[in-house]
């Protein structure tokens, strides 16, 4: 009772009832057919259907769905490329800057690329996110959590400089281009995997795309059979779960405890 009742007071569900009652009450108020309002009605419909966890799933599978999971990383990859996201600022709770949770299981699942075969090249994208904050750039926080967890420095790139996707990929393209690196591993979240791999791609570079992040139930109907199939296979690797249990990844609660981590071995 208590969750109904605080689902029916949330701003969204007080909005939408007070729009179907206007629907129906100028539906109750207009006997003339030419005259009703047909227009609201169907924008009242088209914001019901967007509203659903369906069309909300549907429109995420789209983006997810694209690339699989990589089951293991290719030996013919010269280096592991790792877009950051956020950064949680300093506060109370903790006196010094750490990486979202988002920037975290990228970090992480870049770190199992890099113990999944020969020591290679690790670039760490992301300047600062808010200039307002006094934050350091998140590359050198993912570089911070790498080197703690038993990366070695001399292989860890820091490009510190860029703050969108397409930045990204133009200083990591300078850096790599100037190493002789050709092809590289692409870690990013699953939704967000479709637009780096096209910024990646106009910089020249062959790019073997490896998502992280994605939905338990994102392997369903509406994926194609060999993505639901190198799904499964790469949840029975151990690849996909050696090391993760540590930081609390694939648990309900993995983000946090990822941080929790690293703040332990700060």
């Not at 020969?118 to 993912?142: F, N, Q």
């Amino acid at each position: 009772m208590y969750t109904f009742f605080s689902h029916l007071a949330q701003p969204y569900t007080l909005a939408f009832l007070f729009l179907a009652g206007a629907v129906i009450q100028s539906w109750r108020r207009r006997s003339d057919t030419r005259r009703r309002p047909w227009f609201l009605t169907l924008s009242f419909v088209t914001l019901l259907l967007l509203s659903t966890p369906w069309v909300g799933d549907l429109a995420y599978r789209s983006l997810a769905c694209q690339y699989p999971p990589l089951v293991s990383r290719p030996r013919d990859a010269n280096a592991i490329v790792v877009l950051g996201g956020g950064v949680l600022g300093r506060d109370d709770s903790h006196p010094r800057a750490l990486l979202s949770p988002d920037t975290m299981f990228r970090t992480m699942f870049a770190l199992e690329l890099y113990r999944d075969g020969t020591s290679c090249p690790i670039v760490v994208c992301g300047g600062v996110v808010d200039p307002d904050d006094e934050a350091p750039p998140v590359a050198r926080l993912m570089r911070e959590v790498l080197v703690n967890t038993g990366v070695a420095a001399d292989d860890i790139i820091v490009e510190d400089r860029s703050t969108t996707t397409y930045e990204n990929a133009r200083q990591c393209g300078r850096a790599l281009s100037e190493r002789g690196v050709s092809k590289v591993v692409l870690v990013t979240e699953a939704t967000h995997m479709p637009r780096a791999v096209r910024c990646f791609l106009a910089q020249g570079l062959e790019v073997v795309p490896a998502p992280c992040h994605r939905r338990q139930h994102v392997s369903n109907s509406i994926c194609s059979r060999s993505f639901r199939a190198r799904a499964r296979r790469a949840k029975s690797t151990p690849f996909a779960t050696s090391g993760w249990g540590s930081f609390g990844i694939g648990s309900r609660d993995g983000c946090e405890g990822a941080v929790r981590s690293e703040e332990l071995r700060s």
